[in-house]
């Protein structure tokens, strides 16, 4: 992927391609697109979303909360959980979005945010807390 993005700057893609579509000008170096903080330097372009991340930390209101270092406990088998405690799917559904639009810079959560989508339809709690391990590594 690093080397399409140098190719991307080396050619000029970023302005041409949305010049034709949309009412811009370059005035200086990308440095954010799309939600998605670009930095350029000659050892590559490298790409982020600390704001992003930053900003659906405060929406779910777990800016507080210390950071872990591990995605998902090794202890954790998530299932169907029939006898857990329900919660809000509109919450839950909200969570595993944001989680999946950040995947784009943070490759390493996918899998344990597309093993926690699979519950969307009735979420438990024990879900929920899976979901916000994960938030809480970001």
């Given at each position: ?13 970023w302005s ?11 005035m200086e170096?990308l440095k ?107």
């Amino acid at each position: 992927m690093q080397e399409e993005l140098d190719q991307f700057t080396r050619n000029h893609v970023w302005s041409l391609e949305m010049q034709g579509e949309f009412e811009m000008s370059m005035m200086e170096e990308l440095k954010y697109f799309l939600g998605l903080q670009i930095k350029q330097s000659e050892e590559g372009t490298f790409v982020n979303q600390e704001r992003y991340t930053h900003d659906m930390l405060k929406k779910f209101d777990m800016l507080k909360l210390k950071s872990i270092f591990t995605l998902m406990s090794t202890s954790t088998k998530l299932d169907i959980d029939e006898k857990g405690k329900d919660v809000d799917q509109k919450l839950y559904r909200g969570m595993i979005g944001s989680l999946l639009y950040l995947t784009a810079s943070r490759p390493d959560i996918q899998f344990c945010v597309c093993l926690c989508a699979r519950f969307q339809s009735q979420p438990k709690e024990s879900h929920l807390t899976a979901v916000k391990r994960i938030l809480d590594t970001s």
